[in-house]
């Protein structure tokens, strides 16, 4: 019902998720991260508790596939689960249970790993993981063409109703946390237009929040500046 990419940039650390799902608001349940420390994707039959558990055992010194390994063995259904985490080294781990919905599949790459179910292709991850190592720019961009590529190949069987894209940086909370939590049609191409309208703004927003003096103002009432 999902399929998605995790990943690190080389150059600022950042961290970031993109997924999309037939269900609805996939960007509620499934990605999950903490600035400075990793970047989980819990899908497939979600357990949204992994994301967090995973994620504290990479801050206590886990590698990712040890935090992997220790939070699937605590779980009862781990069957049906599938995970994929990066941490802030860009080291990937990843698991996809025996009861992982139709075709599946899951791959490292450099500074990346994507999985996904209910695949149209298992060939959709690959060329997810070929199209990330490829493209330069903004982590969003090579995560969003990620997504693209995969969807161009089929992406999930059936048609996909909600996407997200979420990214960590140097501050406490997302730099980045876009969803389409339902469309009709095509949530990836509505993500890609959120995003290329939040673009402009994201240092912005970033600088409202450390320094508000030094931040621009956007016109609205009572924001002089």
């Known amino acids: 019902m999902t399929f998605s990419i995790a ?15 037939s269900s609805i608001a996939v960007g ?19 357990l949204p508790a992994l994301g967090p558990e995973i994620l504290g055992l990479i801050a206590q010194g886990y590698s990712p596939q040890q935090a992997l390994d220790n939070a699937m063995v605590q779980h009862a ?9 990066i941490d802030h080294l860009g080291r990937t781990a990843h698991f996809s249970g025996s009861h992982t ?16 179910n209910m695949l149209s292709d298992p060939g959709v991850i690959k060329v997810m993981v070929e199209e990330f ?18 969807q161009r190949l089929g992406g999930e ?21 876009l969803r389409v939590d339902w469309a009709d049609t095509d949530p990836i191409t509505a993500l890609g237009l959120l995003w290329e309208a939040y673009h402009p703004q994201l240092q912005d927003y970033i600088d409202r ?12 009432p009572g924001d002089d500046r």
């Open 7 to 21: 990943a690190r940039c080389a150059t600022t650390g950042q961290l970031g998720i993109a997924i999309s799902s």
């Open 28 to 46: 509620a349940r499934c990605p999950w991260l903490h600035p400075g420390v990793g970047a989980v994707a819990s899908q497939n039959i979600t």
């Open 77 to 85: 259904y781990s069957d049906y689960r599938q995970v994929t985490c």
């Open 101 to 116: 919905l139709g075709v599946s599949n899951a791959l490292k790459g450099e500074q990346c790993v994507a999985a996904g």
């Open 133 to 150: 190592e490829t493209v330069q720019g903004h982590l969003a961009d090579r995560l969003l063409a990620a997504m693209r590529a995969g």
């Open 157 to 177: 069987a059936g048609p996909v109703h909600s996407a997200a894209l979420k990214i960590v940086g140097d501050v406490a909370w997302p730099i980045v946390d």
């Open 209 to 220: 929040a450390l320094e508000p003096t030094k931040a621009p103002g956007y016109g609205v």
